[in-house]
């Protein structure tokens, strides 16, 4: 990859190495699974699906190594490419869908992205974001349709002209059995390349390695027990690292297989896991909370309705322990709540299938973890600090970004990962906010979550968030965004006393603010600074 070195290394541990072993053993199996035409794409196959993408890629002047940026949906297709592309040697840079067009511009220009795949559902939308870069800096096109890549040479071509009949669109040839020289991928090799969302600044483009993305896979399969016989129900987008690891490489690395739908869909989730028997699923809070918004009241009638899905994982963002039971009692369905970064390829704290604890987001799945203080120290039970992680799994570095890599990784091996929390004294970790979320009133630091969790469950409230409004006299004092169950009217005093009795006084919001949402990223966490931002452009209303 551009601007990474790849060294040493175990050339068999790698994804190349994982699918040689499936090759051996079970080349016939489905490994992917298109919920909306039926196709399947067996282990075999997707051997396949790698050789072609290489020739392809090849054929279009770019080497292994280089980055490869992707704008497209989710679903079957999207998978195929993207683990092709990690498979030949290639490193993909998924870009946001949600993300503006001026970042993805930045993005591309920051990565060096060599080439940008796309399809023609998307091309009106890359022709404008490239048209912000200088021409210079406009890497070609490849235009996905099926397993036929196009290339267009004119970044800013009419995409609506059939190929044949546009001269600076070519065909690039795809053999019927492609061949592609044996290459050295190793541990070390840049395998992915994931663009953190930026709400502080500019986005970090984050370089997770063939090994790194392994170690974080095999420790959750093993984690979670997962067998070659256990299928996944993922709709998570691939430009966001859960949807990389949980939703691909897991199943990948433990022979299983995927239903990867293009989009989430509340109407058609439980049809999904009914008609393809999938074993378990991967959620993030906010999909919990719409199947829970979409489903009666009354729950299940008689016993589980889907008595083989084994649990439901939940990560990304934190799962209210309120929400987290209703599901549970809702669809007879355990929930896992686990919590990871894209600095740590997903992987960090689960709970385990028996004996987890609501609210908390688990031990240390196949790491090492501790709570720190400000000065990197040690903490015991029951105190509050940063929670550092090392493992096999924590990034090689942020993409052109030496000092940030610094910044955020010691030189002990410990990543800080921003987040604030305690660790119990059985060993179960607890966030409680973000460094740079945490309201700081009169010198006494709150955490945001807490407040958050003792909204959640007033009557009126859909969701809620606190986050940190200026205060003259404290520096910085509570405030708390507010989404109505519709139909329902705020009733102020009553949640003041609700919060008083739940919180004390000094944790109590001095505002609230009634919105329609919250604002999210892309993984569904919600984005307290902008609330902040957005209270401070309407000057406090």
């Given at each position: 990859?551009?601007?990474?070195?790849?060294?040493?290394?175990?050339?068999?541990?790698?994804?190349?190495?994982?699918?040689?072993?499936?090759?051996?053993?079970?080349?016939?199996?489905?490994?992917?699974?298109?919920?909306?035409?039926?196709r399947t794409l067996r282990y075999g196959q997707l051997a396949q699906a790698a050789r072609r993408q290489s020739t392809a890629l090849r054929a279009a002047g770019r080497l292994p190594g280089e980055n490869i940026a992707l704008l497209l949906p989710g679903g079957f297709d999207t998978v195929t490419l993207c683990l092709s592309c990690m498979l030949s040697g290639y490193v993909p840079v998924p870009l946001n869908l949600l993300a503006a067009d001026t970042v993805l511009?930045?993005?591309?220009?920051?990565?060096?992205?060599?080439?940008?795949?796309?399809?023609?559902?998307?091309?009106?939308?890359?022709?404008?974001?490239?048209?912000?870069?200088?021409?210079?800096?406009?890497?070609?096109?490849?235009?996905?349709?099926?397993?036929?890549?196009?290339?267009?040479?004119?970044?800013l071509a009419?995409?609506?002209?059939?190929?044949?009949?546009?001269?600076?669109?070519?065909?690039?040839?795809?053999?019927?059995?492609?061949?592609?020289?044996?290459?050295?991928?190793?541990?070390?090799?840049?395998?992915?390349?994931?663009?953190?969302?930026g709400t502080t600044g500019k986005p970090k483009g984050v370089v997770l390695t063939q090994g790194n993305l392994l170690a974080a896979a095999r420790h959750i399969a093993r984690w979670h027990r997962l067998t070659p016989q256990d299928r996944l129900l993922c709709a998570l987008p691939l430009?966001?690292?859960?949807?990389?690891?949980?939703?691909?490489?897991?199943?990948?690395?433990?022979?299983?297989?995927?239903?990867?739908?293009?989009?989430?869909?509340?109407?058609?989730?439980?049809?999904?896991?009914?008609?393809?028997?999938?074993?378990?699923?991967?959620?993030?809070?906010?999909?919990?909370?719409?199947?829970?918004?979409?489903?009666?009241?009354?729950?299940?009638?008689?016993?589980?309705?889907?008595?083989?899905?084994?649990?439901?994982?939940?990560?990304s963002a934190p799962l209210s322990p309120a929400q987290h039971r209703q599901f549970e009692q809702r669809f007879g369905i355990a929930v896992i709540e686990g919590m990871g970064m894209t600095e740590s390829a997903s992987l960090a704290f689960c709970n385990p299938r028996d004996g987890?604890?609501?609210?908390?987001?688990?031990?240390?799945?196949?790491?090492?973890?501790?709570?720190?203080?400000?000065?990197?120290?040690?903490?015991?039970?029951?105190?509050?600090?940063?929670?550092l992680l090392r493992g096999p799994n924590i990034m090689a570095g942020y993409f052109r970004e030496g000092d940030?890599?610094?910044a955020a990784i010691d030189r002990r091996g410990w990543l800080h990962s921003g987040d604030l929390g305690y660790r119990d004294p059985r060993g179960f970790y607890f966030i409680t906010g973000r460094?740079?979320?945490?309201?700081?009133?009169?010198?006494?630091?709150?955490?945001?979550?807490?407040?958050?969790?003792?909204?959640?469950?007033?009557?009126?409230?859909?969701?809620?968030?606190?986050?940190?409004?200026?205060?003259?006299?404290?520096g910085q004092n509570v405030a708390a965004a507010l989404v109505l169950h519709s139909g329902m009217a705020f009733d102020e005093a009553g949640l003041r006393a609700w919060c008083l009795e739940r919180l004390g006084a000094y944790k109590v919001p001095v505002r609230f603010y009634i919105v329609a949402e919250l604002p999210r990223g892309g993984s569904g966490k919600v984005q307290r600074l902008a609330l902040c931002a957005r209270v401070r452009r309407s000057g406090g209303r």
């Open positions: 990859m551009s601007g990474a070195k790849a060294t040493g290394g175990n050339a068999d541990d790698s994804l190349p190495s994982v699918l040689a072993r499936h090759l051996r053993e079970r080349a016939d199996d489905v490994f992917l699974i298109c919920p909306e035409t039926g511009a930045w993005i591309i220009g920051h990565c060096g992205a060599k080439t940008v795949i796309t399809c023609r559902e998307y091309a009106p939308r890359l022709r404008d974001v490239l048209t912000r870069l200088p021409a210079a800096k406009r890497p070609p096109v490849l235009i996905r349709e099926r397993d036929l890549p196009i290339e267009v040479t004119d970044a009419p995409e609506a002209v059939p190929p044949e009949n546009n001269p600076v669109v070519r065909t690039v040839p795809t053999p019927a059995d492609p061949q592609t020289s044996r290459q050295s991928i190793s541990a070390h090799s840049p395998a992915l390349l994931v663009y953190t969302s430009y966001h690292i859960n949807g990389q690891v949980i939703g691909t490489l897991v199943p990948f690395v433990t022979g299983g297989s995927v239903v990867a739908p293009v989009r989430f869909s509340v109407s058609r989730w439980w049809g999904m896991v009914e008609r393809y028997r999938c074993t378990w699923l991967n959620l993030v809070p906010t999909m919990i909370a719409f199947l829970l918004r979409a489903a009666p009241d009354d729950g299940p009638a008689a016993g589980p309705p889907y008595p083989w899905v084994k649990f439901a994982r939940s990560a987890q604890v609501y609210g908390s987001v688990g031990l240390p799945c196949g790491i090492e973890a501790m709570v720190a203080g400000s000065g990197g120290e040690p903490l015991g039970d029951n105190r509050a600090g940063e929670i940030q890599t610094l460094i740079k979320e945490i309201i700081i009133k009169g010198g006494e630091n709150i955490a945001p979550r807490e407040i958050d969790e003792a909204l959640a469950e007033f009557p009126a409230l859909r969701e809620a968030a606190a986050f940190a409004i200026p205060d003259a006299d404290y």
